[in-house]
């Protein structure tokens, strides 16, 4: 195996600070994927030892999934320094397994765990009185608080990515949102994202090189893909993705949390969408906060907690596109200008489908933040903003991409500046908190990280 030092070089990727020998020691898989592995080991430096994730994957084309990027993901991350970016601290190639590896520091949570915890609800699991708009419970106000700070960090991250690095994530989902003990964001998984204004010199040596003119429209993940990126373009806003997919996120904090069994034989992605209707403009019933299948029982041990997506993903491409058109309406002149511009914009046709207000497919928003009205069917949305939550989701989900809601124009948002105060992790450098938002380390004598604690699963942070 070659290991790489200060300032080496291989296949093009440069790090300018000293890289430690790769962990010799035993490895514990923590994710495996169709293109990379990630272990967790442990990392001797300078006398001092640290739990390290350790991504793997091939440099070699003939094994490579196409436009997945070791190479290009080491080299955008080391140009990427900020607090909610996940760091490199090393790197190695191995030649005769033409792999490589880069390691981080290890990140033990992340969102999707959050996502998937019961107890991440304005709502009680059992319900006796309906809620108070005017005087939120304690469980409310924490779901408000821990939200309001999450949104906050992933849009400082991402804005530093688009303004300052010019990269374009296009992957963000929750499963690459890391959350550290204090409750701080990291970023994750930059393997297909684009950096903007690059030459052909400085990624020469990446697996897939693209072009400005022949971009992948094969990026992103299901129900968080962009609905131009279904339609075959080779050319497009590859930041205005993000914002979609900021959207589809954010929304995911507010959706249905649903047991299932793993070990169950009816399929769980049929059963989602089953759950709504394949008719235009609605629900078959109104969305529970929590969908408990009669089959199953709370108690048992092998059941799980699963957090709902806003778009089905579940029945392909062109079930995803009819997913998102019987949700926000189907594309036209109005809401969608450029559609018909994209490759495969003629090649099918759906029913013709109205808008349907978000907050109906929000069942875990909380009361204390429908005080405040906001129009999410029109895709033209007004100059003001509602400081409500679902302004914000429903201003990245805009169809024409030029008009998608910019991360740096969603931190100056009212509904951040709104009571309860933005709650930032007590580790978090104040030089990088943009905007004028009140912020505050503690809420009730409790830092963000330890209100995060009582709230995912046990051992998640």
Known sequence: MTTNTAKSKSKGFAMETSTPSIPSGSRETVAEGPVSLVSKSLLEREGQTQ????????????????????????????????PNVVS??????????????????????????????NDFSPHPLISIMAADPLNPSPREQRFVLLVKSLMFQILIG????????????????????????????????????????????????????????????????????????????????PFAIDSWSLGATFAEFFTSVRLFNPLDDEDFGDEQSDSGDDSPGGLSKPAEPFIIPKRLRIGDP?????????????????????????TRGSP?????????????????????????????????????????????????????????????????????????????????????????????????????????APISLSWGAKSLGEWLSDVLPSGAI
């Open 51 to 82: 739990w390290i994730a350790i991504k793997t994957s091939t440099i070699h084309r003939k094994y490579a999934k196409e436009p997945h990027d070791i190479i290009k993901e080491a080299r955008l991350i080391a140009s990427a320094c900020h």
């Open 88 to 117: 490199i601290l090393g790197h190695s190639i191995d030649s005769p397994r033409q792999a490589m590896s880069f390691w981080m520091p290890y990140v033990p949570s992340s969102l999707i765990a959050l996502l998937s915890s």
């Open 158 to 237: 991402v804005t530093f990515l688009h303004e300052t690095a010019k990269i374009a994530h296009r992957d963000i989902k929750p499963s690459n949102i890391l959350l550290t003990s204090s409750g701080r964001v990291q970023l994750i998984d930059f393997g297909i994202s684009w950096k903007e204004g690059e030459d052909l010199a400085a990624k020469k040596n990446d697996l897939w090189v693209e072009t400005p003119e022949k971009m992948y429209f094969e990026v992103s993940t299901g129900p968080y893909r962009a609905p131009e990126l279904l339609f075959g373009p080779r050319n497009y806003d």
């Open 302 to 326: 092998t059941n799980r907690w699963v957090r709902d997506s806003l778009f089905d993903s579940t029945r392909g491409e062109i079930g995803l596109a009819w997913s998102i058109f019987k």
């Open 332 to 436: 036209n002149e109005t809401n969608w200008p450029s559609f018909l511009n994209l490759p495969d914009a003629n090649k099918l046709s759906f029913i013709n489908a109205d808008p349907v207000d978000l907050p109906s497919m929000l069942p875990n928003f909380p009361s204390s933040a429908q005080q405040h009205e906001a129009d999410t069917k029109n895709h033209t949305p007004r100059e003001t903003m509602s400081p409500t939550p679902v302004d914000l989701i429903h201003r990245f989900l805009v169809y024409e991409p030029s008009q998608r809601l910019r991360p740096s124009r969603a931190l100056t948002h009212p509904w951040f500046t709104s009571e309860p105060l933005l709650l930032l992790p007590d580790d978090f450098p104040v030089s990088n908190i943009p905007g004028e």
